[in-house]
Antibody, heavy 115, light 111 residues
Framework: EVQVVASGGALVQPGESLRLSCAASGFTFSSRWMSWVRQAPGRGLEWVAN????????LYVDTVKGRFTISRDNAKNSLYLQINSLRVEDAAVYYC????????WGQGTLVTVSS | DAVVTQSPLSLPVTLGQPASISCRSSQSLVKSDGNTYLRWFHQRPGQSPRRLIY???NRDSGVPDRFSGSGSRTDFTLNISRVEAEDVGVYYC?????????FGQGTKLEI
């Protein structure tokens, strides 16, 4: 059974940093692009970042470039999102997603940004 | 960015009746490889999105055949032939041709 389980969400203050993790199982992790997509409370979906199978190619939406870093550890079947300089508008449920075009979604992890 | 616009944003329907959602892109979604990366997702209240259809008209495994997708280039449609109670929620189209990939605003289907 395919599973992608995101974790690491928390209540943080503006300007702080956070690292989200995603544990993958049930498929060959090292053979698949992976993505992060977010959804602000009561809002629609926004793509955040993609990473190639071997980690050599990374894509970011402009609103997070320079602040977010996507990475992966294929030996641990894990995906990460390092979020720096958090802004109020970054508050959202962050979904770990299998595939470069969102084939399968796990449950998300909630990031709340408030002073 | 390729802007994706859905309509309607709210769709009240009657059980057993058909429903249709439109999705329009500001750019052609035909990629250089010849594929059209237009997908449909369904998000039930309190749940994560689930992919229904990929590359315009291909249904995912386990998706009932009452769901169908059609369209080309910039105009696409998701049709539900006979709405059932489990179909409630928000439907999103998504373009995966031009980076950054973008979603429509979502269409809330209500019984």
């Amino acid at each position: 059974e395919v599973q992608v389980v995101a974790s690491g969400g928390a209540l943080v203050q503006p300007g702080e940093s956070l690292r989200l993790s995603c544990a993958a199982s049930g498929f060959t992790f090292s053979s698949r692009w992976m993505s992060w997509v977010r959804q602000a409370p009561g809002r629609g979906l926004e793509w955040v970042a993609n990473i190639k199978e071997d980690g050599t190619e990374k894509l970011y939406v402009d609103t997070v470039k320079g602040r977010f870093t996507i990475s992966r550890d294929n030996a641990k079947n894990s995906l990460y999102l390092q979020i720096n300089s958090l802004r109020v508008e970054d508050a959202a449920v962050y979904y770990c997603v299998l595939g470069g075009r969102a084939d399968f979604w796990g449950q998300g992890t909630l990031v709340t940004v408030s002073s | 960015d390729a802007v994706v616009t859905q309509s309607p944003l709210s769709l009240p329907v009657t059980l057993g009746q058909p429903a249709s959602i439109s999705c329009r892109s500001s750019q052609s979604l035909v990629k250089s490889d010849g594929n059209t990366y237009l997908r449909w997702f369904h998000q039930r209240p309190g749940q994560s999105p689930r992919r229904l259809i990929y590359q315009v008209s291909n249904r995912d495994s386990g998706v009932p055949d009452r769901f169908s997708g059609s369209g080309s280039r910039t105009d696409f449609t998701l049709n539900i032939s006979r709405v059932e109670a489990e179909d409630v929620g928000v439907y999103y189209c998504m373009q995966g041709t031009h980076w950054p990939f973008t979603f429509g605003q979502g269409t809330k289907l209500e019984i």
